[in-house]
């Protein structure tokens, strides 16, 4: 029995722009198939992979906050001088 799952996402798929495409999660093998509309190429990634993409770009945008944080927080204190 394969288990899969078919979505309809909007997002920026394969261009700079975002467009509709269809994402298919292959639970029994580990990958997610990305095919943007009205395109023949599909991109095939293994699971791991996404979950490390969506980690690293989850953690960069965490340090970003930060140091808009720290950042704001230093131009107050010299601002209070």
Not at 16 to 42: F, H, N, Y
């Amino acid at each position: 029995m394969t288990r899969q799952v078919h979505l309809r996402v909007i997002g920026r798929l394969d261009t700079g722009r975002v467009q509709e495409g269809t994402v298919t999660i292959r639970r029994d093998l580990g990958l997610v198939e990305v095919r943007p509309l009205r395109r023949r190429r599909s991109y095939i990634l293994p699971l791991s992979a996404v979950a490390e993409m969506v980690v690293s770009r989850v953690v960069r945008a965490e340090l970003a906050e930060r140091a808009k944080t720290k950042r704001l927080g230093r131009a107050a204190r010299r601002s209070a001088r």
